[in-house]
């Protein structure tokens, strides 16, 4: 990104005037636009009509009376090069192309696309081949699909290369709040990772969410990640394509490649991206972290009015490594005159229903359960939502218990549902308001409560090590397309340049083997030398624990005639005879890779014969 592609990012994100460009989908998003409340101008573009969602519209882009801030573009695919060039020339700040038929289609489509780049210039172009943007802050959806829009002062920044999954999202019935949802689509000029590095340098914005299917520049995405952790801005991610049908997938819907998933789990770890497998999950986690925060750790404390649901509740937790512990001596003996006589102390607590709802005495269970020391506390409550006032009160009495006992001891809290539909809009924004995250289903809050967790963790980690800087990746070095593969001692020999330690050894052939191994000292090992023949195993081309020469005389024998049997085209010639390792406590595999994508990588695992 160009520093005039940042300033027009900007421009993009905080527009004070918007163009339409198009037919029926560019008409329905500007009147979307001005029913939402825009303040600034709102112009369309078609020759054939006088307004365009009940705006001014003129027949070309030079006729516009300014320069547009943001654009939603909605022509033929055939129109859009040259409508892209047009508000170039005019000094737009930043287009959505919603037009499709670009790289997503193949080998046409990606000179299509390289033309539309060529014509954008410094233009903020988002897409093509995306849904569209909508700011929830400045009052400015340019979105084709109807949805109820709400104004927010802060929220989630959601980017996602499923331009339907945006419009999921702004559907959602989990009074999730939204700064901007942004369709990224085949991501031409402006990356996900461009979308992160302004989005975390808005006021607005205290977390995002992505929906990842592949990154055009990894080394920049981490650079913004890196940014987000250092500013506490969380990111929850979801990657798609990680079997081998959706890898497929992802390539023909955007054109991106999805890349291996170990690594791209190896980068989330590192930047301290939680990582979801599902749109609720993600959207349950964004919930959490922002009305709540992120724990300091993974000790959970549990109420509930079942015995159920304290077993569901522990078994999902320990399985995503979350703990609960029980309360300390002391803790323990005060609780026990708090609860009814029918009540077992434990974690998680089945506060039994002669305490359901009771304010007060249940506050003061819980405040005497945190001085055992908690990260964060759950209380588990479904809503019965057609119920009257008083038929709710005492469901709003335990959870003001709760919302008052967290507040004081500092933790983050939320009110979880077993069922996801068990809570209704008023009940879920008085929890929001008295700071408790009010999370829908049993799976999702553990998600959610683990997933932040880990962030708030590795936050804490990074950032007392002052390591920030130590964790940005370096560029992506060219790869390239010619492999050699090396034979062992010409490995070896490169390892003991490098002055990595290799056991003393000689090459030789099968007749100075022995003399070659009484120099070295016994025991020895023998092995073939071949470059084709990387795994010696199997073939018998490897013998161990030689104690004299007359056994490396006997190993050289055996392993030509072996060898011969397993495959008569490798040559017998060259033997490796060196110093056999003693008291080794492990045997490892470690490579290193030159990854086109996430650059320089290493694997560490176990070696052998694993």
Known sequence: MTPKQKENL????????????????????????????????????????????????????????????????????????????????????????????????????????????????NVALVGPNCSGLTNFIDDAPLWPFPFKFQHEERGVAFITQSGMLGNTVTLNQRSVPFSYVISAGNQAVLGIEHYLDVLIDIPAVNAIGVYIEGLNNI??????????????????????????????????????????????????????????????????????????????????????????????????????????????????ERLVGQLPPIATVSNPLDYTTPLWGYEEPLYEVMTTMFKSGYDAAVIVQDY???????????????????????????????????????????????????????????EETLDAIAGAANFGIRREQVMASGSLESLRLPLVLPTSEKTETLDEWQGKELIREAGIPVPEGRRCDGTSAPAAATEIGFPVVGKLISYRLPHKTEAGAVKIGLKNALQVNDAIREITK?????????????????????????????????????????????????
């Open 219 to 332: 080394p920049e995405f981490a650079d913004a990640a890196l940014r987000a952790l250092e500013k506490n801005i969380p990111i929850v991610v979801l990657k798609a394509g990680t079997s081998e049908i959706g890898s497929r997938l992802t390539v023909t819907h955007t054109g991106t490649l999805s890349g291996t998933d170990d690594l791209y789990q190896a980068l989330f770890d590192r930047l301290g991206i939680i990582r979801v497998t599902s749109p609720i999950s993600m959207l349950e986690t964004l919930k959490f972290i922002t009305v709540s925060g992120a724990p300091k750790g993974k000790r959970i404390a549990t109420f509930t009015a079942s015995g159920g649901d304290c077993a569901m509740i522990a078994d999902g937790g320990e399985l995503r490594g979350l703990e609960f512990p029980q309360p300390s001596g002391e803790v323990a």
């Open 10 to 121: 900007k421009r993009l994100l905080s527009p004070e005037s918007a163009a339409f460009i198009g037919g029926n989908d560019a008409d329905f998003a500007a009147r979307q636009c001005a029913d939402a409340g825009f303040k600034g101008n709102i112009w369309g573009v078609n020759p054939k009509r006088k307004t365009m969602g009940g705006q001014p519209c003129f027949k070309t882009v030079e006729e516009l009376p300014g320069a547009p801030d943001i654009v939603f573009l909605a022509t033929p695919k055939s129109a859009a090069v040259e409508a892209v060039e047009a508000l170039r020339k005019a000094g737009a700040g930043g287009v959505v192309c919603y037009t499709a038929g670009f790289g997503e289609t193949g080998p046409e489509g990606a000179r299509l696309e390289e033309a539309l780049i060529e014509a954008a210039g």
């Open 384 to 442: 019965p939502v057609s119920q009257s006032a008083e038929g709710m009160e005492p469901y709003h009495t335990d959870a003001r218990a709760f919302a008052r006992a967290t507040r004081e001891a500092g933790i983050p809290a939320a009110v979880c549902t077993v069922l996801s539909e068990n809570i209704d809009k008023d009940t879920r924004e008085a929890l929001i308001a008295s700071g408790v995250a009010p999370l829908q289903g049993i």
């Open 562 to 610: 072996s060898v011969a049997d397993y495959a008569p085209e490798f040559a017998c010639e060259e033997f490796l005879v060196e110093s056999m390792v003693m008291g080794a406590v492990a045997e490892l595999v470690v490579g290193i890779q030159n990854d086109p994508q996430f650059g320089q990588t290493l694997i560490i695992g176990t070696g052998g014969t694993f």
